[in-house]
């Protein structure tokens, strides 16, 4: 796969609730500035410089904040965030080409090197209807990721201590919430899965949606899910505990 044709989707609809007090509802943890530095929001769009323009998938509140920090981009606005489910039907909706490959990424991860990934993607040659998952190689039994396990494709819910060991032992991987596929492959398993949902989402009645992921809405019922294996310096900034880890010794130490 020509990396050229590959359009990122980069995700940072959330509400600012984690890492309060740093994040807000008007400035998430994507879009905290520390001195110096570049937003993790603005770093994500460096690393997927070598594919097509991204377009960045939030609410229609963000849009300035979005656009003072990437300028003049394109963006696919919902009106109040759902979590991932409803935000990535609606992205897939607003698609002009249901046959390009998109590659949602979350825009709140510390990532040392991207190429691993790039590499990994430019190895894959399905054709057809396909979902394919990245799973990080584990360093730690990290209590803070969910797993995937490989054959078959299956989830774990973040597990404790003893599970997470127990999970790496059998050859699970971290569940990195970067997925890739068409538009057409993703509303069609859409429409088989959360047939509800699609409405409500073509509709835009927003008010009527339950929030709920990606995960629950459609890959977890989904027999056409692939997951490749890829070796990711990479945590997810998702506790106070990995932001102040992130602010003071990132990957990429920029």
């Keep these: ?32 500035r520390t001195i110096g530095r570049e937003s993790l929001f603005q770093k994500t769009i460096s690393r997927v ?11 229609k509140d963000l849009k300035s904040l979005i656009t003072a920090q990437a300028g003049n981009i394109k963006m696919v606005l919902e009106p109040v965030a759902k979590n991932t489910a409803p935000a990535i039907i609606k992205a897939c909706l607003e698609s002009e080409n249901q046959d390009t490959p998109y590659l949602f990424m979350p825009a709140d991860h510390d990532i040392s090197d991207i190429s691993p990934l790039l ?13 394919t ?27 404790n201590k003893e599970m997470a060991k127990s999970y790496i032992e059998k050859g699970y991987l971290w569940n990195s919430g970067m997925i890739l596929a068409s538009p057409r492959t993703i509303l069609n398993e859409a429409k088989k899965h959360v047939p509800e949902l699609l409405s409500l989402v073509k509709d835009n009645n927003y008010e009527e949606i339950a929030p709920i992921s990606f995960d629950y809405a459609i890959l977890e019922k989904s027999s056409i ?19 102040l880890s992130y602010i003071y010794k990132p990957y990429d130490n920029r």
């Design 1 to 32: 796969m020509l990396l050229r044709d590959v359009t990122p989707i980069l995700m940072c609809g959330g509400e600012g609730k984690r890492l309060r007090p740093f994040s807000t509802k008007k400035c998430p943890k994507p879009f905290i």
């Design 49 to 59: 410089s070598a594919c097509a323009s991204p377009i960045i998938l939030t609410r």
């Design 119 to 131: 590499e990994a993607i430019k190895n894959i040659d399905d054709k057809g209807d396909v979902i």
């Design 133 to 159: 998952l990245f799973g990080i190689s584990p360093t730690s039994p990290e209590t803070r990721y969910g797993y995937i396990g490989q054959s078959p494709v299956a989830f774990h819910e973040k597990p």
């Design 225 to 243: 899910i692939k997951c490749v294996r890829v070796d990711l310096t990479w945590r997810d900034v998702g506790t106070l505990k990995s932001y």
